[in-house]
């Protein structure tokens, strides 16, 4: 994600953030330190909790035996961790190995901070989803990056109220609305989910569900279509939801919006598959009630989801030990012991498939006892995760999706109307930085 189909976007990119100018060829191309020999110190800056015993097994295995060391730095996640990485990169000292989540890799390489570690990786592709490793290529035949955990996105609802209410689990959106509706008429004072603006990734993800490409290019220039068809249908569905009372306009993550889930008020929640480990926070008293079913399609010939967050495990250009840095990097991805030990420390769903339904998700979650085979759909549901289309200022977008669309939501006002403004903004942006948009 983008699909920048020609690296000279990439090595003539103008930055995005602490103003610079024209990037110079990528590091990656010209750096002798990629066939240094000998031991390698390398440091990784990662937000995930529990890397650092991770890390050990690698120190004490087959770091050890190749004479390659890992140092976990702990930094804060997201638009704060790319900015750090950015300003380490413009001083020549940015670390060897940085998380990095998928939506920020654009801005990373027209920075000309991360490397291609092609060369490196060898057959790791064979062990993700296709539209998974697409996210880490930029569509390109680089490589920036190694997935190392992902969101699809999966559809959640209260089985036992479902029956209740003679509702069926739908299959599509259409039958969703109808579902909607069909409770609101049966009970008022109850909801099928909420739209809410306050997590800019659920959105992108039902648009990226939908075939929308927000971000690509056009020879030399950047095209931005978060307007698209796509988007619009999208942008439109939940609109007229809000806007006729079908489902509710509140935001996600309040203790209104817990409180709604702990107490039936809210019966389902289109979300991803770490779900669990919300709903276990929000809505204790119902474990058990609830269950897991792939989301809603567009049609019935389709068969895809989108993705709600996500990372990646990237080696930078000023690294001197590139190749070194790249075993790493699939190692923590692709070995089943360091995937387990993922999973147990630090609680993630990985990338790679043949980990999905394996070692720690041999069970499902404790919030999801009842239906054994949780992990094992979320594994066909991951296969299904369509490719998407991220450009270098996602930042700009999200924060305008939820001025925009929060006001909409609560107003019960014209989707489309928010959705031009957060594409307006979004190219005038890229236009102000200094990228050549296609009009």
Same mark, same amino acid.
């Given at each position: 994600?983008?699909?920048t189909k020609r690296?000279r976007?990439?090595r003539?990119a103008v930055?995005?953030?602490?103003?610079?100018?024209?990037l110079a060829?990528c590091?990656?191309?010209?750096?002798?330190s990629?066939?240094e020999?000998g031991?390698?110190?390398?440091?990784y800056?990662?937000?995930?909790p529990?890397?650092d015993?991770v890390?050990d097994?690698w120190n &004490?295995?087959?770091?050890?035996?190749d004479?390659i060391?890992?140092?976990?730095?702990?930094q804060?996640?997201g638009d704060t961790?790319?900015t750090? /990485?950015?300003?380490?990169h413009?001083?020549?000292?940015?670390p060897d190995? +940085?998380? =990095?989540?998928?939506q920020?890799l654009?801005?990373l390489v027209?920075?000309?901070?991360l490397a291609d570690?092609?060369?490196?990786v060898?057959?790791?592709?064979?062990e993700?989803?296709g539209g998974?490793w697409? *996210?880490?290529?930029?569509?390109?035949?680089?490589?920036y990056a190694?997935?190392q955990?992902i969101g699809?996105?999966?559809?959640?609802?209260?089985?036992d109220l479902?029956k209740q209410y003679g509702?069926t689990?739908?299959?599509?959106w259409d039958?969703f609305?109808?579902t909607?509706?069909k409770l609101k008429k049966?009970a008022?004072g109850?909801?099928?989910?909420?739209?809410?603006a306050?997590?800019?990734g659920? #959105?992108?993800?039902l648009? *990226?569900?939908?075939?929308?490409?927000w971000?690509t290019?056009?020879g030399?220039?950047?095209k +931005?279509?978060?307007?698209?068809?796509?988007?619009?249908?999208?942008?439109?569905?939940?609109?007229?939801l809000v806007?006729?009372g079908?489902i509710? @306009? *509140?935001p996600?993550? !309040?203790?209104?919006w817990?409180?709604?889930?702990?107490?039936g008020k809210? /019966?389902?929640?289109?979300s991803?598959?770490?779900?669990p480990?919300?709903?276990t926070t929000?809505?204790?008293?119902?474990?058990?009630?609830?269950?897991?079913?792939?989301l809603?399609?567009w049609?019935v010939?389709? @068969?895809r989801t989108g993705s709600?967050?996500?990372?990646?495990?990237?080696v !930078?250009t000023?690294?001197?030990?590139?190749?070194?840095?790249?075993k790493f =990097?699939?190692?923590?991805?692709?070995?089943?012991?360091a995937?387990n030990a993922?999973?147990k420390e630090?609680? /993630?769903?990985p990338?790679?498939t @043949?980990?999905q339904?394996?070692?720690?998700?041999l069970?499902?979650?404790?919030?999801?006892?009842h239906q054994a085979?949780?992990?094992?759909k979320a594994?066909d549901?991951a296969?299904t995760?369509?490719?998407s289309a991220?450009?270098?200022?996602v930042?700009? %977008?999200?924060?305008t999706?939820?001025d925009?669309?929060?006001?909409? %939501?609560?107003? &019960?006002?014209? #989707?489309g109307a928010a959705?031009?403004e957060?594409q307006?903004d979004?190219v005038?942006?890229?236009k102000k930085q200094?990228f050549e948009?296609?009009?």
């Open positions: 994600m983008p699909y690296r976007l990439v003539t930055a995005i953030a602490l103003g610079a100018t024209t060829a590091g990656s191309e010209s750096a002798d990629e066939t020999s031991p390698a110190s390398l440091t800056w990662t937000w995930t529990g890397m015993k890390v097994l &004490k295995g087959p770091g050890k035996k004479q060391t890992v140092t976990v730095k702990k804060a996640s961790l790319v750090k /990485i950015l300003t380490a413009k001083a020549g000292k940015a190995l +940085v998380q =990095a989540e998928y920020a654009p801005t027209s920075n000309d901070a570690i092609s060369k490196h060898g057959g790791a592709e064979d993700f989803a998974v697409q *996210q880490t290529t930029l569509g390109t035949d680089a490589v190694v997935p955990d699809p996105m999966m559809f959640y609802y209260r089985e479902f509702l689990v739908p299959t599509t039958e609305a109808e909607a509706r049966a008022p109850k909801d099928l989910t909420t739209f809410s306050n997590d800019s659920l #959105f992108a993800g648009a *990226q569900q939908a075939g929308a490409k971000w290019t056009s030399d220039q950047w +931005v279509s978060i307007d698209d068809a796509a988007t619009q249908k999208v942008a439109k569905f939940w609109g007229g806007k006729e079908a509710d @306009n *509140q996600m993550y !309040t203790p209104a817990n409180k709604a889930l702990n107490t809210q /019966i389902a929640w289109v991803a598959v770490w779900a480990g919300t709903l929000a809505a204790p008293d119902t474990k058990g009630k609830w269950a897991m079913a792939p809603p399609q049609s010939s389709e @068969n709600w967050g996500g990372s990646s495990t990237a !930078t000023d690294s001197k030990h590139q190749a070194a840095a790249a =990097a699939t190692w923590l991805n692709t070995d089943s012991e995937l993922l999973a630090s609680g /993630i769903y990338a790679a @043949n980990a339904t394996s070692g720690a998700f069970k499902p979650p404790a919030y999801f006892s085979d949780f992990y094992r594994a549901i296969e995760t369509a490719p991220w450009g270098p200022n930042n700009v %977008a999200y924060t999706f939820k925009t669309f929060g006001a909409a %939501a609560k107003s &019960k006002s014209d #989707f959705l031009d957060m307006a979004t005038a942006d890229m200094g948009v296609a009009p």
